[in-house]
């Protein structure tokens, strides 16, 4: 019967252009068995003629659980709960029929189903089932804005789960931190971490975000410059971060909470001193940390970082523009303008961060903030600390990149 | 007539303003409390006398001195010109107003006691504020512009009020961003808007006040004996990502240029003034500690920041929530979590990766 309806559309059957005498040697290519492309579309009307009920009956043979009539995202759910019940090879006869009805049937819902189990396996383990429903409680809190920032605007969760999650493998992998007297940052209370400053891009204030919760599961929160928090997307991640301004009034109110405060306090010079300058430790500032520390009466640790320098050698700087667009200095590397946004990929230099004993303020008198004297000492005293742990890190760095 | 306080409080034809006297009005330790504005005010008044009279001209010295006024709370200071009509008249209303209403308390021997209703607003918001201003900074940049500039005018006046008339308690309230159903402000109507603009990169933390925790800390306020300059807002706060999330609403960020251009044509269009100051606000946000409220004033709102918008959010008509409730109900067919614990997004086979 099939053979008899057919009804041929424009050039019989034949593969071409339509009205042209002969087809492409392509087309004809396709229509290497010409008696069978008369029988395949009519095999399509005709079984699938009475739609309502071969399709679902199929799908019924296949998955005979639960009835395909109900919400598809329930009857997807109920099936993952036994797990061996839907084997991948089971599903294989029903496919061709299904593709004239839905687009969307093309696949069926069991490979669907077996997919997605196999991903989920490989994603989240064997237990695979609680991790996935606490991924999905994680996504409907950030979905629906259900957690806390605190008042800075931190965001634990997110920065545990994404930005240090996303910062761990290149402090381990790329840069190959190594990390030195860890103990003596303290477990718990206010403390202010003082660095070295280097590498044109603050990375370095990145990796010591990640090296800390690593070391000791607390978060460093920096204080960065008002340039951070007037660029847009960078001012608002570093808000997520933790960060908050460096102003005296939010590090004593940080260090007061007990946080644990990362400050720079070289800043750009820091950061932005040409490549032959490296490991010269420039000017602290004005003091301000040492005074923040003082009269909130926490420990000053200090950090010194090596290696940091060697990531983006600064070998040239266009004042001119950097001045045009308002920031401390546009920089040249070997690689930079040249490769374009490949020369921003950080060498791999091999990183040493040491923590030195904690220096501390709680034993000088209430007026010790304001005698001026006192402080520029103890920000010396820092400053000596952070350059000779530089020099004796250096001696001991066999190379660069190892 | 134990107390025997009689209440003046101005600016009674808006809602803050008339639910506030209507509320001290009730009040045992109150006696009599008279609403004063240039419009009558729309809804019921309750026991509050009104006496309809302009703040800007002289008449208000008569009215304290007739009514024998010992407390003034000062609510006239307005965000937007709304009503009033051109930035001209709302300038005209706050600061001009504000000067004759202080003039006429200087001159009246019995007024012991001047609140004001001031804003956060008066530290303005910039790049370099500091995470939460406590009540002695100054805004970091001084507004030019609007209801900032007004705002801090007014607090001068006010300051130099207190100079001249030690024997006056003088009490400025910091309110942070009042919410609540029934509130109409700048940023009400701007939270409003079907379609939510942001500034493209910049989350700003928000602190908002509901309107109730706004109405007592005015009445505690009166009845307290303590002066001085306080922050109000409730704890904790929201960045306007979460905020706009816990709506489900959709927004669009635009660079922060657009966004500016963008409030005078919503201003033209009488949808929502997204002024100058409010850009910045959207930008750089603002937060405000409020120690002092608890430990000096004594005063302690019934709604958190959180709390005081979920209520804000109910009022408005249901939005989003479409991937929530897939997840949902994905979620309901998999084993209960333990919440408490974080989950972990580790990717299996990589649990050894730490040092």
């Given at each position: 019967m099939a053979d008899a309806d057919i009804i041929p559309i424009g050039t019989r059957g034949q593969p071409g252009r339509g009205a042209g005498v002969r087809s492409s040697s392509a087309a004809r290519g396709l229509a290497a068995k010409s008696g069978a492309n008369k029988k395949s579309p009519a095999a399509k009307p005709t079984p699938s003629a009475p739609v309502a009920e071969p399709p679902t009956r199929d799908t019924d043979d296949v998955i005979a659980t639960t009835p395909v009539e109900?919400?598809?995202?329930?009857?997807?759910?109920?099936?993952?709960?036994?797990?061996?019940?839907?084997?991948?090879?089971?599903?294989?006869?029903?496919?061709?029929?299904?593709r004239s009805s839905s687009p969307l049937a093309g696949i069926p819902v069991g490979d669907w189903l077996a997919a997605f189990q196999h991903a989920s396996r490989e994603l989240f383990g064997d237990q695979w089932e609680p991790q996935l429903a606490r991924f999905l409680a994680f996504l409907r809190r950030?979905?629906?804005?259900?957690?806390?920032?605190?008042?800075y605007g931190f965001d634990e969760e997110v920065t545990t789960r994404f930005f240090l999650a996303a910062l761990r493998p290149i402090a381990q992998k790329w840069f190959r931190i190594e990390v030195r007297g860890a103990e003596n940052i303290p477990a718990q209370g206010g403390a202010l971490v003082v660095s070295n400053h280097s590498g044109t891009i603050p990375i370095d204030g990145l990796m010591t975000i990640a090296s800390i919760h690593e070391q000791t599961g607390r978060h460093l929160r920096p204080l960065g410059a008002d340039l951070v928090f007037r660029l847009p997307v960078v001012g608002a991640l570093a808000r997520k971060g933790g960060a908050t301004l460096a102003c005296t009034e939010d590090a004593e109110r940080m260090l007061r909470g007990g946080e644990l405060v990362g400050v720079w306090p070289e800043g750009f010079k820091g950061i932005g001193k040409p490549f032959s300058d490296r490991y010269k430790l420039q000017?602290?500032?004005?003091?301000?940390?040492?005074?923040?520390?003082?009269?909130?009466?926490?420990?000053?640790?200090?950090?010194?970082?090596?290696?940091?320098?060697?990531?983006?050698?600064?070998?040239?700087?266009?004042?001119s523009l950097a001045r045009l667009i308002g920031v401390p200095y546009i920089p040249i590397t070997p690689f930079f303008p040249l490769l374009g946004p490949l020369g921003l990929v950080p060498l791999p230099s091999k990183w040493l961060l040491e923590f030195g004993e904690p220096i501390r303020t709680d034993e000088y008198d209430a007026g010790a903030a304001e005698d001026p004297m006192l402080v520029f000492n103890v920000t010396d005293q820092v400053r000596e600390t952070i350059q000779q742990t530089l020099y004796s890190l250096l001696m001991q760095r066999q190379s660069v990149f190892r | 007539m134990g107390a025997g306080r009689t209440v003046l409080v101005t600016g009674v034809s808006r809602d803050l303003g008339r639910t506030f006297a209507r509320t001290l009005a009730t009040d045992p330790g109150v006696d009599r409390v008279i609403g004063v504005d240039v419009i009558p005010p729309r809804g019921d008044l309750g026991d509050v006398t009104f006496v309809r009279a302009d703040i800007r001209n002289p008449v208000i010295a008569k009215v304290i001195a007739k009514e024998d006024v010992d407390t003034v709370v000062h609510m006239s200071v307005i965000a937007?010109?709304?009503?009033?009509?051109?930035?001209?008249?709302?300038?005209?209303?706050?600061?001009?107003?504000?000067?004759?209403?202080?003039?006429?308390?200087?001159k009246a021997e019995q007024v012991r006691q001047l609140v004001v209703k001031s804003s956060t607003i008066a530290y303005g918001a910039s790049s370099r504020d500091p995470a939460m201003f406590t009540e002695d900074m100054e805004p970091r940049r001084p507004p030019r512009t609007g209801y900032a500039k007004d705002v801090n005018e007014v607090e001068r006046y006010v300051r130099g009020f207190a100079r001249r008339r030690p024997d006056v308690q003088v009490t400025m309230l910091r309110c942070a961003n009042v919410?609540?159903?029934?509130?109409?402000?700048?940023?009400?109507?701007?939270?409003?808007?079907?379609?939510?603009?942001?500034?493209?990169?910049?989350?700003p933390r928000l602190q908002f006040l509901h309107e109730t925790d706004l109405n007592r800390v005015l009445r505690h306020a009166v009845l307290s004996d303590q002066g001085g300059t306080f922050n109000v807002a409730g704890d904790g706060l929201l960045m306007l990502s979460q905020a706009l999330r816990r709506m489900g609403r959709t927004s669009?960020?635009?660079?922060?240029?657009?966004?500016?251009?963008?409030?005078?044509?919503?201003?033209?269009?009488?949808?929502?003034?997204?002024?100058?100051?409010?850009?910045?606000?959207?930008?750089?946000?603002?937060?405000?500690?409020?120690?002092?409220?608890?430990?000096?004033?004594?005063?302690?709102?019934?709604?958190?920041?959180?709390?005081?918008?979920?209520?804000?959010?109910?009022?408005l008509p249901p939005a989003g929530g479409r991937a929530d409730r897939v997840l949902a109900a994905v979620a309901e067919h998999l084993p209960p979590v333990d919440e408490d614990r974080p989950a972990q997004l580790t990717v299996a086979g990589d649990h050894d990766g730490r040092r």
């Open positions: 109900d919400e598809p995202v329930i009857r997807t759910a109920s099936l993952l709960d036994d797990a061996a019940a839907v084997p991948s090879g089971l599903v294989a006869p029903a496919r061709t029929e299904e950030r979905l629906t804005g259900d957690y806390t920032v605190d008042e000017r602290f500032g004005r003091g301000g940390f040492v005074s923040a520390a003082l009269r909130t009466g926490v420990p000053i640790v200090p950090l010194s970082v090596v290696g940091a320098e060697e990531i983006y050698p600064l070998v040239g700087n266009i004042p | 937007t010109p709304g009503s009033a009509g051109a930035r001209g008249t709302m300038k005209e209303l706050n600061v001009m107003g504000t000067m004759q209403l202080l003039a006429a308390c200087q919410i609540g159903p029934r509130v109409v402000s700048p940023l009400a109507s701007y939270l409003r808007l079907p379609v939510i603009p942001t500034v493209l990169g910049f989350d669009v960020p635009m660079p922060g240029i657009a966004f500016g251009g963008l409030g005078s044509v919503l201003k033209s269009a009488r949808v929502a003034d997204l002024s100058p100051e409010l850009v910045a606000f959207l930008t750089y946000g603002r937060g405000v500690d409020t120690t002092r409220m608890r430990a000096d004033l004594g005063f302690e709102p019934q709604y958190s920041t959180a709390e005081a918008f979920a209520e804000f959010i109910a009022t």
